[in-house]
């Protein structure tokens, strides 16, 4: 087999094998076929795309690039939950203990946040001394006991789809469905769970700005993990404006211990009740999407799931106290109230200008080793729909630094779009897809 024929027969419009994918992947992998034909190729599909058939094969493919765990050792369904990304996403801190508190084993494996966009791993180290840099038997152990570990993403999971990233994203060819949907879910298959919840964002501050393109998405995810033999299931959800009112990551966790105590903002309670149904169901704690609902109410409401993630954080060395006394968390040496320039409904909150905000105060990461401030970034007092009044808070920044708050601020008023109209409300969860 040659590299050449199957670029070849990709430009041409042709379909690849199963061996002939695998062939590529492998090749690559072992850095045997150099960057400049798979970037030939990547062009190729870009242009002619691939069939359900061929995004399958090139998913499992990548995903067996290296090691597959085997979680087959911990009892029960083991679940998984994926967000593709967004402002303000602190779901998965407080889903994973709600969920675990029901009693669906959580076996996760995150990353860290890259650009406006944060990862859980980040605004997990806002409790002091917490490592997600555990080793495999302690990760197996602790989900096995306590029925909850979230582990960093190790080098050696789909090796093959971190090359191929990288060179996707400095020869235009990330956004081609099939190689989105192939890349997050080789990750996901090779990290094991049986079950996997996706949570795929829509809007402005999403990878996907239309509904279209994200339900296109989460279809194809959901046919992937559902051919690969795991349940997937797919919830569509709204990223048009940040996601309850914390965008930062101690100020994120801080919302998340709201969420645990019942206090959280309506939003973000609505999503994690939405997914968190959907993983009880999934995990066969629930036989239906109402008795997951009652489950994880009453595991708010009898303190269960604030207690199981002290127990995470405890378990992987951190200080649990932060859970009970929030202020105990990284904080700001500034707090500032940003005023509303003119009067009128919050017609529209652009997410990306947000998330530029809250990396221009230093929450956020330029390069993959920058340092990050953990206390700083943003409050949200108003949102979509909500009327202000010309100096009443819009929002409330939190810094360190002010040159840095300077420029933030600046970026600030760019997100806020006020007008004369009250804008429909916009809806939080467009559709949930699952394997029929
Ligand atoms: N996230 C991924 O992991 N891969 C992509 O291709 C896009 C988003």
């Given at each position: 087999?040659?590299?050449?024929?199957?670029?070849?027969?990709?430009?041409?419009?042709?379909?690849?094998?199963?061996?002939?994918?695998?062939?590529?992947?492998?090749?690559?992998?072992?850095?045997?076929?150099?960057?400049?034909?798979?970037?030939?190729?990547?062009?190729?599909?870009?242009?002619?795309?691939?069939?359900?058939?061929?995004?399958?094969?090139?998913?499992?493919?990548?995903?067996?690039?290296?090691?597959?765990?085997?979680?087959?050792?911990?009892?029960?369904?083991?679940?998984?939950?994926?967000?593709?990304?967004?402002?303000?996403?602190?779901?998965?801190?407080?889903?994973?203990?709600?969920?675990?508190?029901?009693?669906?084993?959580?076996?996760?494996?995150?990353?860290?946040?890259?650009?406006?966009?944060?990862?859980?791993?980040?605004?997990?180290?806002?409790?002091?001394?917490?490592?997600?840099?555990?080793?495999?038997?302690?990760?197996?152990?602790?989900?096995?006991?306590?029925?909850?570990?979230?582990?960093?993403?190790?080098?050696?999971?789909?090796?093959?789809?971190?090359?191929?990233?990288?060179?996707?994203?400095?020869?235009?060819?990330?956004?081609?469905?099939?190689?989105?949907?192939?890349?997050?879910?080789?990750?996901?298959?090779?990290?094991?769970?049986?079950?996997?919840?996706?949570?795929?964002?829509?809007?402005?501050?999403?990878?996907?700005?239309?509904?279209?393109?994200?339900?296109?998405?989460?279809?194809?995810?959901?046919?992937?993990?559902?051919?690969?033999?795991?349940?997937?299931?797919?919830?569509?959800?709204?990223?048009?404006?940040?996601?309850?009112?914390?965008?930062?990551?101690?100020?994120?966790?801080?919302?998340?211990?709201?969420?645990?105590?019942?206090?959280?903002?309506?939003?973000?309670?609505?999503?994690?009740?939405?997914?968190?149904?959907?993983?009880?169901?999934?995990?066969?704690?629930?036989?239906?999407?109402?008795?997951?609902?009652?489950?994880?109410?009453?595991?708010?409401?009898?303190?269960?799931?604030?207690?199981?993630?002290?127990?995470?954080?405890?378990?992987?060395?951190?200080?649990?106290?932060?859970?009970?006394?929030?202020?105990?968390?990284?904080?700001?040496?500034?707090?500032?109230?940003?005023?509303?320039?003119?009067?009128?409904?919050?017609?529209?909150?652009?997410?990306?200008?947000?998330?530029?905000?809250?990396?221009?105060?230093?929450?956020?990461?330029?390069?993959?080793?920058?340092?990050?401030?953990?206390?700083?970034?943003?409050?949200?007092?108003?949102?979509?729909?909500?009327?202000?009044?010309?100096?009443?808070?819009?929002?409330?920044?939190?810094?360190?630094?002010?040159?840095?708050?300077?420029?933030?601020?600046?970026?600030?008023?760019?997100?806020?779009?006020?007008?004369?109209?009250?804008?429909?409300?916009?809806?939080?969860?467009h559709r949930i897809l699952d394997r029929e």
């Amino acid at each position: 087999m040659r590299m050449y024929d199957i670029i070849m027969k990709k430009r041409n419009g042709g379909k690849l094998s199963s061996e002939e994918i695998q062939f590529f992947i492998q090749g690559y992998t072992r850095g045997e076929i150099p960057d400049y034909q798979v970037s030939a190729l990547m062009m190729a599909v870009y242009f002619q795309g691939m069939d359900q058939e061929e995004t399958l094969a090139l998913t499992l493919a990548m995903a067996q690039s290296g090691d597959m765990l085997d979680l087959s050792g911990i009892r029960g369904v083991k679940v998984d939950k994926h967000s593709t990304g967004g402002v303000g996403d602190k779901t998965s801190l407080a889903l994973a203990p709600m969920v675990a508190a029901c009693g669906v084993k959580i076996a996760k494996m995150s990353g860290r946040g890259l650009g406006h966009t944060g990862g859980t791993i980040d605004k997990l180290e806002s409790f002091a001394g917490f490592s997600t840099g555990i080793s495999r038997t302690q990760f197996m152990t602790q989900v096995e006991e306590i029925g909850i570990s979230i582990m960093g993403q190790t080098a050696d999971l789909a090796p093959a789809d971190k090359k191929l990233y990288a060179l996707r994203d400095v020869t235009a060819t990330v956004d081609n469905m099939s190689l989105i949907a192939s890349s997050i879910m080789s990750k996901k298959l090779a990290a094991g769970a049986d079950a996997i919840v996706l949570d795929v964002k829509t809007g402005s501050g999403a990878f996907m700005k239309t509904l279209e393109d994200a339900l296109a998405l989460a279809r194809e995810m959901v046919r992937i993990g559902n051919g690969a033999g795991r349940h997937t299931v797919a919830v569509v959800s709204d990223m048009d404006q940040p996601l309850g009112r914390a965008v930062g990551n101690a100020l994120e966790v801080k919302e998340a211990i709201a969420a645990l105590r019942g206090e959280g903002p309506k939003d973000f309670m609505e999503l994690c009740m939405t997914l968190g149904s959907q993983m009880l169901v999934a995990g066969g704690r629930a036989r239906d999407g109402q008795q997951a609902r009652d489950m994880l109410e009453e595991a708010v409401r009898s303190g269960a799931a604030l207690e199981k993630l002290a127990e995470f954080i405890r378990a992987q060395g951190g200080d649990p106290g932060a859970v009970y006394d929030p202020s105990l968390l990284p904080r700001a040496s500034h707090v500032e109230p940003l005023l509303a320039r003119g009067e009128g409904y919050v017609r529209e909150i652009r997410c990306d200008e947000i998330g530029v905000c809250s990396l221009l105060l230093g929450g956020g990461r330029e390069t993959k080793d920058s340092e990050i401030d953990l206390a700083v970034g943003l409050v949200l007092e108003a949102k979509v729909g909500d009327y202000v009044k010309e100096g009443q808070p819009l929002a409330y920044l939190h810094y360190n630094d002010p040159a840095k708050a300077a420029a933030a601020r600046e970026r600030f008023y760019r997100a806020y779009t006020l007008g004369g109209e009250k804008p429909q409300s916009p809806a939080l969860i467009h559709r949930i897809l699952d394997r029929e």
